[in-house]
């Protein structure tokens, strides 16, 4: 049976997994057919299914004194080339086909970094929105009562994603301690003060940025002097906005749940800090901003539009920072009518496929999440190496690492797409890249 065929017909249901084998399937097809040992091992047939899927009940006591269950989920997707390695989200669309989606993403984003982690991802439908700090307490103690029995720093070691920033993470390694007595590395993207890494934070944003200037330098180009289009207003579109500025590029929009600022002037380092109070301290929605910048247009969420009027503004890159499937084909064709010639996806698989093939269609340079949103799980890995060797590393030596981690991603899809006859392809060129790894392990490790 053809793989596709096979996992639709077993989760029927899990509509973003589908979405993430078919592309992964669709540009390893010549690696297939010039190595048919992997095909005689069944790797695909392997490599789609989790080792090990974890889900449970989470309970817990909201500040009104009524029990709430939510459902917690943990998804062990591959450990052929180290232990499991990707976030937890928490938010009220996660099932377990999002998660399936986003660990099988993460073995191949994983794989590309060069370092010896996994892929898993986990988390829960629990909505921190509106929740009190307490009740935010109570439910990460819940969540990693149980999870605690699953992972390790051998084993596998989550971090944040949406909706998990350094508050739970806090939370939930105060809670692991307690149960084990054990101080380790278990989770990365702690707090500086109790094992954490300098540059974590800005990782991933700082990181999709890094790879845009790098697709711009094949052609002797740079940031300068540029307009960036991004999307989301959360840890990475922050940090991406940051490296940005700093780089000579002009942020004009962002985003949260509620709509969208369009800023013609474009956002500088004092607004940047605006939105990270906003938005990490008080919590609150980017309208604040048209109010407190008059020159700024917000636009709320239209639910009957068919487009997201974020990606039809005049600009030379995008970065979309939010969240799943957020550039549908109509955003993705005004992206193009737009002058937009750099995407850079911060999020995980922002662009629905027909907005891929349309990218690819037109030339524009296009990386996809797995490859220009690797720089937090990069330095999630060296958060881990900081940990194993009990030390700290500068802000300039892990900065430093970083930058040479995704320039040599991007040499490595660069180099890969140009072996296989698709040059510039960065979707084929990371897909292939990140497979081959993982497989070969597979290969070495036998049918386990
Ligand atoms: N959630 C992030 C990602 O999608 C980071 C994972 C990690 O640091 O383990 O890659």
Not at 92 to 121: C, D, H, R, W, Y
Not at 350 to 379: H, R
Not at 405 to 422: E, F, P, S, V, W
């Amino acid at each position: 049976m053809d793989i596709l065929d096979l996992i639709k017909s077993r989760d029927p249901n899990e509509r973003e997994f589908h979405q993430a084998v078919t592309e992964v399937v669709e540009s390893i097809k010549p690696v297939l057919d010039r190595n048919p040992h992997y095909r005689s091992a069944n790797i695909l047939e392997r490599i789609v299914e989790p080792e090990r899927v974890i889900m449970f009940r989470v309970p817990w006591v909201d500040d009104d004194n009524n029990i709430r269950v939510n459902r917690g989920f943990r998804i062990e997707m591959n450990s052929a080339i180290g232990p499991y390695k990707g976030g937890l989200r928490f938010h009220p669309s996660v099932n377990l086909g999002i998660l399936k989606f986003l660990a099988f993403e993460q073995v191949f984003k994983n794989a590309l970094t060069s370092l010896p982690m996994g892929g898993g991802k986990g988390g829960s439908d629990f909505d921190p929105k509106g929740k009190s700090n307490m009740e935010i307490m109570r439910f990460c103690q819940s969540f990693m009562t149980e999870l605690s029995r699953h992972i390790g720093p051998n084993t596998d070691v989550p971090a944040g994603d949406i909706g998990v920033g350094a508050r739970e993470i806090g939370f939930m390694f105060g809670q692991y301690k307690r149960l084990r007595n054990e101080f380790t590395g278990v989770l990365t993207g702690k707090g500086l003060d109790w094992g954490g890494s300098l540059v974590r934070p800005e990782a991933t944003g700082y990181g999709a940025v890094y790879f845009a200037a790098e697709m711009l330098a094949v052609d002797g180009r740079t940031l300068k002097d540029t307009r960036s289009l991004v999307s989301g207003s959360g840890n990475v579109a922050q940090y991406a906005m940051e490296k940005l500025i700093e780089l000579g590029s002009i942020p004009v929009t962002f985003s949260d749940s509620s709509g969208y600022i369009y800023d013609e002037k474009g956002v500088d380092q004092e607004k940047l800090a605006f939105i990270k109070e906003l938005k990490n301290v008080r919590f609150g929605r980017v309208s604040e901003y048209a109010e407190e910048y008059p020159e700024a247009v917000y636009v709320p969420v239209d639910p009957t539009a068919d487009c997201n009027p974020l990606w039809n503004h005049k600009a030379d890159c995008a970065f979309p920072c939010a969240t799943q499937n957020e550039i549908n084909p109509k955003d993705a064709a005004n992206i193009v009518a737009n002058g937009v010639n750099v995407v850079s996806e911060g999020a995980n698989m922002p662009t629905m496929p027909e907005g891929v093939d349309l990218f690819i269609q037109e030339k524009i340079m296009y990386a996809p999440g797995k490859a220009a949103n690797a720089g937090g799980v990069s330095v999630s890995g060296l958060e881990m190496s900081q940990n194993s060797m009990r030390i700290s590393w500068s802000r300039e030596e892990v900065d430093n690492r970083l930058r040479v981690i995704m320039k040599n991603i991007h040499k490595r899809c660069l180099d890969t797409a140009q072996y296989y006859g698709t040059p510039r392809n960065y979707v084929n060129g990371a897909n292939i890249s990140g497979f081959t790894k993982v497989a070969d392990a597979m290969m070495d490790l036998g049918v386990v």
